[in-house]
């Protein structure tokens, strides 16, 4: 009965819409991957294949002779001893043990270093294997590039995908990557902390902000906040908004992007909050500068009593890096109701986020191919992921419930099962990359009052234009 629960869930969980999300004017299901997403300009491939030239067919005949075969494999993920980088790992080191011939060669850089780099290949020509976004901001550009290589999505039909969750990947009808994760928005906290100190879990936005002037009192910071990166800063907003709009969230942001006008009172109020957030002091001191390992170090050093992020680090409960004290109290909660919002408690913030395609040029594709398709083997990253506390994937997980999950896991099961609604696309990744690079550097500047949330929405409106 349990996995025949979970699994109605997981299929109900994510539909169609959950992907199209902003992409388009539908409204949301009302059944219910590392954010973040990279921006690449547009590139021209004749460069890329001319360079490539004999080497790339010398590899490539090597390749179809049996011979020795290297894949390159480009990763966001740095991190290879917790979380998703782990799990990379784990994978690509049975890969090569059941293929003695295919050596793997990992490039893993954090996020912005691999923004950056991205754009680079994108230009110069890609690794064979490489980490994607399953969002308009970055794909789409991609795309229009065609630095992807098509996939067969035939040979995906026993691989236990979340229907729906394949659609951002796709163009044309074609399918150009494989998503990784399902990704929710969460508040996590220390329950020890808040039981030692008779905090409660707020049920309101109110509440939430009565409750961080009680954790200041106590001489803690409330929230740990990655506003350095933008992004982060960003999807909290989506949050916001989910719960100001409610299922009217995709079809206001989708509006807004097509015409470049964010003055809807739904974003304007949703901004307004943010606002009274970091003035309220929910954030530490300089949050608008700090990265992501500076943000999490906070909060699992018992800095901070809450940490802002997605589902995607709830492997921090498996993390023997992180002091038993406090690995062993990390809960989670959902972004409180707003008063007067459309959105209700089991409204959230969630989507199909990163995952993995193959390079269209690259000289050893159908080796690269056969790699990726490993990597989705349901017994394998989805398995592996649920194993080592990774989030939900997009994949079904129902065969690897063993009872001993972190209660960690077993919340954000229960917060997904609860969800009536669910977002789709973050409010960056719904445009153009020049929307995306203007929300995630304007955002700081909002929230910390040195800009006007009318200047605000005026600036990332000006960059759909």
Same mark, same amino acid.
């Given at each position: 009965m349990k996995k025949k629960w979970i699994a109605s869930l997981l299929t109900a969980a994510m539909t169609a819409s959950l992907l199209t999300g902003c992409g388009g004017s539908e409204t949301p299901s009302t059944a219910t991957d590392t954010q973040d997403t990279a921006q690449t300009a547009e590139t021209d491939n004749g460069g890329a294949e001319e360079e490539s030239g004999a080497s790339d067919e010398g590899a490539a005949a090597e390749e179809s002779a049996g011979g020795d075969v290297t894949i390159k494999l480009f990763s966001n993920l740095p991190d290879r001893k917790n979380g998703q980088g782990l799990v990379e790992q784990m994978i690509i080191d049975e890969y090569m043990a059941a293929n003695p011939n295919v050596s793997i060669e +990992?490039? %893993?850089? &954090?996020e912005e270093a691999y923004k950056t780099k991205f754009k680079a290949y994108a230009m110069d020509g !890609?690794? &064979?294997v490489v980490s994607i976004w399953g969002q308009p901001s970055f794909l789409d550009e991609v795309l229009d590039a065609g630095v992807l290589a098509e996939l067969n999505e035939d040979d995906y039909v026993d691989y236990g995908f979340i229907p729906g969750s394949l659609d951002g990947f796709k163009k044309d009808e074609k399918l150009y990557g494989l998503p990784r $994760?399902?990704?929710? !928005?969460?508040f996590y906290y220390n329950q020890? !902390? @808040?039981d030692d100190n008779g905090w409660k879990v707020p049920a309101t936005t109110d509440e939430l902000l009565s409750l961080c002037e009680d954790i200041q009192a106590a001489g803690i910071t409330p929230v740990a906040m990655d506003g350095g990166d933008g992004?982060?800063? %960003?999807?909290?907003?989506?949050d916001i908004m989910v719960k100001v709009a409610g299922i009217n969230y995709a079809d206001i942001v989708s509006n807004a992007v097509a015409t470049g006008d964010f003055t809807a009172p739904e974003i304007k109020? %949703?901004?307004?909050?943010? +606002?009274? @957030?970091?003035? %309220?002091?929910? @954030?530490? +001191?300089?949050y608008d500068s700090q990265d992501y390992g500076t943000t999490m $170090?906070?909060?699992? $050093?018992?800095q901070a009593a809450m940490?802002? !992020?997605g589902s995607w680090d709830a492997s921090m409960a498996l993390n023997e890096d992180i002091a038993p004290e406090i690995r062993d109290n990390i809960r989670a909660f959902t972004m409180p109701t707003v008063d007067g919002g459309k959105g209700g408690a089991n409204d959230i913030a969630a989507w199909n986020g990163g995952g993995y395609a193959v390079s269209a040029n690259s000289a050893v594709k159908d080796e690269a191919v056969k790699f990726l398709n490993y990597m989705y083997q349901p017994d394998k990253l989805s398995k592996y992921g649920w194993e080592n506390g990774v989030g939900m994937s997009a994949q079904d997980q129902t065969a690897y419930l063993t009872g001993n999950e972190t209660e960690l896991q077993k919340q954000i099961m229960d917060i997904l099962k609860n969800a009536t609604s669910v977002s789709g696309t973050p409010i960056n990744d719904c445009g153009p990359s020049a929307f995306k690079t203007a929300i995630e550097s304007e955002i700081q500047g909002v929230s910390n009052g040195s800009t006007s949330v009318d200047d605000f929405l005026a600036a990332i409106g000006a960059a759909c234009k």
């Amino acid at each position: 009965m349990k996995k025949k629960w979970i699994a109605s869930l997981l299929t109900a969980a994510m539909t169609a819409s959950l992907l199209t999300g902003c992409g388009g004017s539908e409204t949301p299901s009302t059944a219910t991957d590392t954010q973040d997403t990279a921006q690449t300009a547009e590139t021209d491939n004749g460069g890329a294949e001319e360079e490539s030239g004999a080497s790339d067919e010398g590899a490539a005949a090597e390749e179809s002779a049996g011979g020795d075969v290297t894949i390159k494999l480009f990763s966001n993920l740095p991190d290879r001893k917790n979380g998703q980088g782990l799990v990379e790992q784990m994978i690509i080191d049975e890969y090569m043990a059941a293929n003695p011939n295919v050596s793997i060669e +990992v490039e %893993a850089l &954090d996020e912005e270093a691999y923004k950056t780099k991205f754009k680079a290949y994108a230009m110069d020509g !890609m690794p &064979d294997v490489v980490s994607i976004w399953g969002q308009p901001s970055f794909l789409d550009e991609v795309l229009d590039a065609g630095v992807l290589a098509e996939l067969n999505e035939d040979d995906y039909v026993d691989y236990g995908f979340i229907p729906g969750s394949l659609d951002g990947f796709k163009k044309d009808e074609k399918l150009y990557g494989l998503p990784r $994760n399902t990704d929710i !928005m969460l508040f996590y906290y220390n329950q020890k !902390m @808040f039981d030692d100190n008779g905090w409660k879990v707020p049920a309101t936005t109110d509440e939430l902000l009565s409750l961080c002037e009680d954790i200041q009192a106590a001489g803690i910071t409330p929230v740990a906040m990655d506003g350095g990166d933008g992004w982060p800063m %960003a999807c909290f907003l989506t949050d916001i908004m989910v719960k100001v709009a409610g299922i009217n969230y995709a079809d206001i942001v989708s509006n807004a992007v097509a015409t470049g006008d964010f003055t809807a009172p739904e974003i304007k109020q %949703a901004t307004q909050i943010l +606002v009274s @957030f970091a003035d %309220a002091g929910m @954030f530490q +001191v300089g949050y608008d500068s700090q990265d992501y390992g500076t943000t999490m $170090n906070l909060f699992t $050093n018992g800095q901070a009593a809450m940490y802002c !992020m997605g589902s995607w680090d709830a492997s921090m409960a498996l993390n023997e890096d992180i002091a038993p004290e406090i690995r062993d109290n990390i809960r989670a909660f959902t972004m409180p109701t707003v008063d007067g919002g459309k959105g209700g408690a089991n409204d959230i913030a969630a989507w199909n986020g990163g995952g993995y395609a193959v390079s269209a040029n690259s000289a050893v594709k159908d080796e690269a191919v056969k790699f990726l398709n490993y990597m989705y083997q349901p017994d394998k990253l989805s398995k592996y992921g649920w194993e080592n506390g990774v989030g939900m994937s997009a994949q079904d997980q129902t065969a690897y419930l063993t009872g001993n999950e972190t209660e960690l896991q077993k919340q954000i099961m229960d917060i997904l099962k609860n969800a009536t609604s669910v977002s789709g696309t973050p409010i960056n990744d719904c445009g153009p990359s020049a929307f995306k690079t203007a929300i995630e550097s304007e955002i700081q500047g909002v929230s910390n009052g040195s800009t006007s949330v009318d200047d605000f929405l005026a600036a990332i409106g000006a960059a759909c234009k």
